[in-house]
């Protein structure tokens, strides 16, 4: 088993991560990277650590080789993550959302993400589009679509609510 490197902070160090867990005003992630090295720099086994904080004990290992290696930022902030890449171009996210825009087809009243999915790929838009990825990317569009009879944006005659 690898021996354990300590932790010993500097006043300032210190200092700025109780700052940051008493105050709340820091993300979750950087909150719990804080109480670590805290509680790494007073003596506390990463078993112990990793218990009181509800992480595994590579999380608290992990935390601690940042420090070492890095420093206090390094530490508090992790890398970015990749992600996925995007599944459509922004030319073909375009092409969706005006096609959603449109009178829905023969015999419906709306558009649905899986009929504006099929219907995508009918028209040549897009090679292929799973009903959730068209979803999304119309969650993020500002626009209302269709003109609801309930909902928020519905009118009642007047008094009909105290019924």
């Not at 500097?10 to 804080?34: F, S």
């Not at 608290?60 to 070492?68: M, N």
Request: proline share 6%.
């Amino acid at each position: 088993m690898p021996k354990k490197r300590e932790i010993h902070l500097r006043p300032d160090q210190r200092v700025k991560l109780l700052d940051i867990v008493r105050t709340g005003q820091h993300k979750a992630r950087e909150i719990i990277y804080a109480h670590i090295l805290l509680k790494s720099d007073r003596g506390w086994t990463d078993a112990h650590i990793a218990e009181a904080f509800d992480v595994s004990v590579d999380t608290v290992r992990r935390t601690r080789l940042r420090f070492l290696r890095s420093g206090l930022k390094a530490a508090l902030h992790e890398r970015p993550r990749s992600g996925a890449p995007n599944k459509l171009t922004m030319d073909q996210e375009t092409a969706l959302i005006a096609l959603a825009c449109n009178k829905p087809p023969e015999g419906h009243q709306r558009w649905t993400v899986r009929l504006l999915a099929d219907e995508a790929v009918k028209r040549g838009l897009v090679p292929g589009v799973v009903a959730e990825t068209l979803r999304q990317i119309l969650k993020k569009t500002p626009s209302s679509l269709g003109n609801s009879k309930a909902g928020a944006g519905a009118t009642l005659p007047p008094n009909s609510w105290h019924a």
